[in-house]
């Protein structure tokens, strides 16, 4: 059973797994109030996983570089590892994950991963932090999966809910298509709006996937009361919005990298929104979660 480690300020309290880093729980303190989907297995076991080495599916779920072939599933491996504490303050927490001989089997680079979970105020921080520790140059993704509760609050319905984006947008949504491949060209989807009213019937054909969004941030509110939280996400060129098929949740999900195309190539080098580092160099991204009571 993986190890559960918890810190908390005077407005919330988290719950993180040892097993990928993974956000479990974000309370309320001052109600009591869950805002993460509770993982339950018959729908969709996870709450927040990690997407490292890459986002989203390969074609084939293979790879090619420097002349040979690598096989990942989708979302890469980070998700199903063990993560090692080495940090604990009263507001924050950090996991640390570095390649192995195992790692390099299906990932030839040397790393180390760090999640970085800080409370400050009314606002959890989760942030993303990869170093290239080997000898050359390394070719990678990185994003989130965060899921959720819908409703957040009892007595609500589903439909009782949108996201008010904090730009007008008019990007299209990439369609996902067989082995989760995204489609080669995009469909009408926003239209000079900011507002994208949730219902269950938005994933009957799996993620919205977005690109070039203008907005870095977007507010999930209750029509009722409009308590809810507003999402930031600084850095991150794409956007996915998930459920599994008529679950009580809605992921929001920040990358830095988006899966293959039908059309694609599998040389990792080529591959849209993978992000490179030196040796030694370090890469650090930031997305937020701030509750509105």
């Known amino acids: 059973m993986a190890k559960i480690y918890q810190i908390e300020n005077s ?3 988290i719950a993180v797994s040892e097993k990928g880093a993974e956000l479990q729980s974000l309370i309320d303190r001052s109600t009591g109030q869950e805002y993460m989907w509770d993982g339950n297995p018959e729908v969709w076991g996870k709450h927040s996983p990690v997407l490292f080495p890459i986002v989203g ?5 293979t790879y090619e570089y420097d002349g040979q072939r690598y096989h990942l599933n989708r979302h890469g491996f980070a998700r199903e590892m063990n993560f090692l504490p080495v940090g604990q303050l ?27 979970y800080r409370l400050e ?11 290239n ?4 140059k390394m070719w990678f993704s990185v994003g989130g999966h965060p899921a959720f509760k819908l409703p957040l609050f009892k007595g609500d319905a589903y439909v009782e809910y949108a996201l008010e984006f904090e730009e007008k947008e008019n990007a299209g949504r990439w369609p996902i298509e067989e082995g989760g491949l995204l489609a ?5 989807f926003f239209n000079h709006t900011n507002i994208l009213r949730l ?10 996937v977005l690109k070039d969004l203008k907005s870095r941030k977007l507010t999930l509110r209750a029509d009722k009361t409009g308590k809810g939280f507003d999402f930031s996400w600084e850095g991150f060129p794409y956007l996915g919005i998930w459920a ?8 929001i999900e920040p990358w830095c990298g988006i899966a293959d195309t039908v059309g694609t190539g599998q040389d990792l080098t080529k591959k849209e929104g993978i992000h490179t580092l030196e040796p030694g160099q370090h890469f650090e991204r930031t997305w937020s979660v701030t509750i509105i009571s």
Do not use: M
């Open 11 to 13: 407005v919330l309290k």
């Open 57 to 61: 599916a390969l074609k084939d779920n």
């Open 90 to 116: 009263a507001d924050e927490l950090i996991f640390a994950l570095k390649s192995t001989a195992d790692t390099l089997q299906l990932y030839p680079f040397e790393f180390d991963f760090k999640l970085k």
């Open 121 to 131: 105020g009314k606002t959890l921080y989760v942030t993303y932090d990869v170093t």
């Open 133 to 136: 520790t080997g000898d050359k």
């Open 184 to 188: 080669q060209e995009p469909i009408p």
């Open 199 to 208: 219902n269950k019937g938005l994933f009957a054909k799996d993620a919205i």
């Open 244 to 251: 599994a098929p008529g679950a009580d949740f809605v992921c």
